[in-house]
């Protein structure tokens, strides 16, 4: 059989024609034709990853050719190009989740880019949860299994917390000192790390 031919679960498990099953169901139907759809749409793009600022957590991943990573610039905003319509993306012009531009970095290669963005609502999907709010990110699926896919919430803020981390530090560095043998002994463990 042909590698390109397979079978895989992905490619047995349900067709890429029904979007409601692509978007909400559980089974696995990757695209495994995207990048060569990019390749051959004539247009010259680059990968963007858009990942929020605060808890890092990757929101989209896109592509942007130079009118929209000059757009992003000018608007201070995610602007993408979109493949499939051929046409620019502001994030959040019908929908209102803009994600405001805190940054933009270039990979090594200077084939590809991050968006560091602040959400200004809640949500950066175009699908929406069950109780009807936006989704915080595209990614709201994991594989589990044999090519199941399970909804996981998103995680939760993890932004950076001077105050956490010298309080950690201090604590760390008062258990080192005390050796008070009333402790235990993993939590002089755990303090030298």
Known sequence: MDRRTAASPARVM???????????????????????????????????????VDTREMLILAYANEHALAEARRRGVCVLWSTSRRKLWIKGESSGDVLDLIEIRVNCEQNSLLYLVKPRRTGACHTRSPDGRTRRSCFYRALEGDAWLVKRPSPKSVGYSPEAVFGAFLLGFLLSKARAPSLPKWLFGAAKN
């Open 14 to 52: 349900g067709k890429r024609d029904d979007h409601q099953q692509l978007e909400e169901g559980c089974e696995l139907m990757l695209d495994w034709r995207k990048l060569h759809k990019v390749a051959t749409c004539g247009d010259d793009v680059v990968p963007v990853a858009v990942q929020d």
